[in-house]
């Protein structure tokens, strides 16, 4: 089974900071475009950032742009998903996947749809809670 691991979720309050990370089981990122996707409770799945094979072309849902940065260091085989200036409506379960030979454009396209494109990624993480609170 090919599996993503995501990490570094917990409890914050809000204005405060979390570093998510996301690393792979049993293959290689290099040439996957990585996902980043939330889950609040009652709520529809969606798309929180995209970043390129490259990572050249990062794309981020309106709601986070400006707070949150996705980065991707292929060397050490892991995404990263820095989350600045969180808010309680951040508060949800975040699962980061991987797109298999992503178009060039990819990133772009999927991130015009709140949902991300999720049916489009070929691998997930279980996800990590993020709860952001007083």
């Known amino acids: 089974q090919l599996q993503l691991v995501e990490s570094g979720g917990g409890l914050v309050q809000p204005g405060g900071s979390l570093r998510l990370s996301c690393a792979p089981s049993g293959f290689k990122l290099d040439y996957y475009a990585i996902g980043w996707f939330r889950q609040a409770p009652g709520k529809e799945r969606e798309g929180v950032s995209c970043i390129s094979s490259s990572g050249k072309s990062t794309k981020y849902a309106d709601s986070v742009k400006g707070r949150f940065t996705l980065s991707r260091d292929n060397a050490k085989n892991t995404v990263y998903l820095q989350m600045n200036s969180l808010k309680p409506e951040d508060t949800a379960v975040y699962y980061c996947?991987?797109?298999?030979?992503?178009?060039?454009?990819?990133?772009?396209?999927?991130?015009?749809?709140?949902?991300?494109?999720?049916?489009?990624?070929?691998?997930w993480g279980r996800g990590t809670q993020v709860t952001v609170s007083s």
């Open positions: 996947a991987a797109h298999r030979n992503p178009f060039p454009d990819f990133c772009q396209i999927v991130q015009k749809s709140v949902n991300g494109f999720l049916w489009w990624y070929d691998y």
